[in-house]
DNA sequence: ACACGTGGTACTGTATACAAGAGAGTATCC
DNA sequence: GGATACTCTCTTGTATACAGTACCACGTGT
């Protein structure tokens, strides 16, 4: 979607696979670990990898102990909601400018989202991982048609802050299906410039996604929990300065 | 206002010290300097230098040349109307939110403001740097008011980055009466639960402010550059590796 | 006079060495 | 046995050393 940006030093090479390794809930909330640890798994040094734990604790994913090592952020749903309340602000405020494009222009910016999502059901894709980048890049495309650059900085970002929750929706068949029918009546309403509605289908379809991927996200915690290791355990997890 | 956040390691010191030189315009759009002479100036070591430039970076404020120096990012006015755009809308949305609080809970929020903006004229002050604190903290409130962290979380940071235009409205003395005259309006509005008529307010308001915001800014950077030695270009603003 | 190639310098990116203190574990005392 | 003081290790914070290359300037050839 946006900018790729290949890290191309060290720095963001360890940011890129630090993060997917919390996407991924490798580093679980609570988890603890240090420096040196994340320095050994990356090849770096502590240099860079100080540089991306530093970004990502801006970012709001870890925390620093003073001269006692790093910690992963345990998931706020409060924090969450209040992310979700945004994206709904900027969205349908989004929405509701398009009424000032021309028709020429609204339909440009449409007509690549309908190839996307106005498709019969045998041309749809039932992969988690791409259905979640289609939704990303849909939603997006819509803040994008503010013109305002702000509005999308803001929204990308939070964008990444809750694609860790938001991306387990996508595991259910049922929600895929849910998805493709809610964007392509939303793509509708839009061709019949119909704002309005759109806002409150865009209100109503973020909410019922909000709450399937926090029900989720708690499944997927309690079940990585389960999984621990003892070795895992001594690896990473342990109260850093705890000795063997 | 918020979380002062005295710095206790080198790299939030120098932090400090960078954006108040930007903020100064002791910095220049256009400027071009590197750690060493950041490390010099502050007494810090490169390590801290780095880390807070790589904050600035990220926050918007310079540029960094890969092995060639950094830079202080101009003025995008653009960006500052869409950055101005994205604060009336966060705080027309969150005064529109105000319907829902009980009267008591309003009263609260308006009484300490009531204190500093609906006082008669011989008890205001006029001190720019005063009169612009306050005026951050008086939007902020309404903010918070929301009850949505990031509401506030963003509409902070939307405040730290227009800061360097939006202090100097408050250098005209006319400009700071202006200011208590629409507060106090807006305070009285509010009391009368007028919210959706200080929305309006809001956006007249900040719109005004604005644009006398960068009125002031094109003359500041006009003498600014004036105001240039040759002593003070060849230590900091001459190409990085122009040698003497 | 101008274009092109070459060398040297200065800059950031990265690795490593050093400093200082927080915290767990142990020993000691009551 | 329990509480307290202390030591020792491990951690981050900071300073410095090293590596690689982008840019400028100069020189050379045409």
Redesign the interface.
């Known amino acids: 979607m946006q900018s790729i940006a290949r890290p191309q030093n060290l720095a963001d090479a360890v940011y890129e696979q630090l993060k997917s390794e919390l996407f991924e809930f490798q580093l679980l909330p609570g988890d603890r670990f240090t420096e040196i640890e994340v320095a050994e798994r990356t090849g770096a040094s502590r240099?860079p990898v100080r540089?991306a734990l530093?970004?990502l604790q801006?970012e709001g994913f870890i925390d620093v102990n003073f001269r006692n090592g790093w910690e992963v952020r345990p998931l706020d749903f409060?924090?969450l909601d209040?992310?979700y309340?945004?994206r709904v602000?900027l969205e349908q405020?989004s929405v509701r400018r398009m009424k000032k494009l021309p028709a020429e222009e609204l339909k440009a910016i449409l007509r690549p989202l309908e190839k996307v999502w106005c498709v019969n059901s045998s041309k749809r894709s039932h992969d988690a991982g791409l259905v979640a980048q289609w939704d990303e890049e849909f939603h997006c495309a819509l803040v994008a048609a503010s013109g305002?650059?702000?509005?999308v900085r803001?929204h990308r970002e939070?964008t990444e802050r809750i694609r860790i929750v938001r991306r387990l929706d996508f595991t259910q068949q049922a929600r895929i299906a849910a998805t493709y029918a809610e964007h392509s009546a939303i793509l509708d309403a839009l061709g019949h410039r119909a704002f309005s509605a759109v806002a409150d289908q865009l209100a109503t379809h973020i909410e019922v996604s909000r709450v399937e991927a926090r029900k989720l996200t708690l499944l997927k915690l309690q079940n990585a929990r389960k999984n621990f290791s003892p070795n895992k355990i001594n690896h990473r997890t342990v109260p850093v300065s705890a000795g063997v």
């Open positions: 240099t540089q530093y970004r801006r409060d924090q209040a992310l309340e945004m602000l405020t305002n650059s702000e509005f803001v939070i």
